[in-house]
């Protein structure tokens, strides 16, 4: 049975909610287990895994130096640098942080790569969702996989001209500040082409419209969906019930 994009959506929404809610560092470590496996089962994992490491990277070794090395509440200290201190509790917070945060990137990215943006638009706009404000949100929701399709068709164009990027980070580095020109304005080119596209078929236009596209949901999917935004907002009240017993 084929998922409904409002069921993915829904799936990946309260996935990231009550992952972030419950702050429990064996969910997210299984939440990362299922998303790399649903991407390897859908083909997505080889286009998934640069797209995380692009986001996680920079965002985990934050969390590592912010927490690990200046963490207030760390009494455990393994290594000291002057006002600097290495402690086992600060680089827990940053581990369970991290592998929060990775949880949450990974089930969006996974729905992100997978899901069909004609079809989510549509959805969208049966349920009375203005046009553009759908295509707006599946444009979003899509705009990474779009910029490494893009990149990956730039490095190739580059490559068959003479192009040789050599291994390293450094030699990466500087093929990508190549790419970057190209891809900022071939995305500006797409912005303008997908207006003019959107105008001419009247999304800006008040009133009811129709689709030509049909996308066939089911009753137990929708009772899914319920029940998945139904857990997601319980997950979150008793966090915030729980936070505010603490003070």
Not at 117 to 125: G, Q, W
Not at 134 to 150: E, M
Not at 205 to 220: A, C, E, F
Request: net charge positive.
């Amino acid at each position: 049975m084929r998922l409904h994009p409002l069921t993915s959506l829904a799936a990946a929404g309260s996935t990231a909610a009550i992952t972030t809610a419950a702050a429990y560092l064996p969910l997210s470590l299984a939440v990362i287990a299922t998303a790399v496996g649903l991407a390897a089962w859908s083909g997505s994992v080889r286009r998934l895994l640069p797209a995380a490491a692009a986001i996680l990277v920079p965002l985990c070794l934050s969390l590592l130096v912010l927490h690990g090395l200046f963490f207030p509440e760390g009494d455990t200290v393994l290594a000291e640098w002057g006002p600097a201190r290495v402690t086992s509790e600060g680089l827990s917070f940053a581990l369970n942080r991290a592998a929060q945060l990775g949880a949450v990137v990974l089930a969006l990215l996974v729905f992100s790569f997978s899901v069909s943006v004609p079809d989510l638009v549509a959805a969208l706009s049966v349920r009375g969702v203005q046009g553009r404000f759908a295509f707006v949100l599946a444009s979003t929701l899509t705009l990474l996989p779009a910029i490494t399709s893009r990149v990956e068709r730039i490095r190739q164009a580059q490559e068959s001209r003479g192009l040789v990027i050599r291994r390293g980070l450094l030699h990466r580095v500087a093929a990508f500040r190549r790419q970057a020109v190209p891809l900022v304005l071939s995305l500006v080119e797409d912005a303008g082409t997908r207006a003019a596209a959107l105008e001419s078929r009247g999304f800006s236009n008040p009133g009811p419209r129709t689709s030509y596209r049909d996308v066939p949901d089911s009753k137990p999917q929708r009772a899914l969906r319920v029940v998945l935004l139904v857990a997601a907002a319980a997950a979150v009240a008793i966090r915030l019930w729980l936070a505010a017993e603490g003070t």
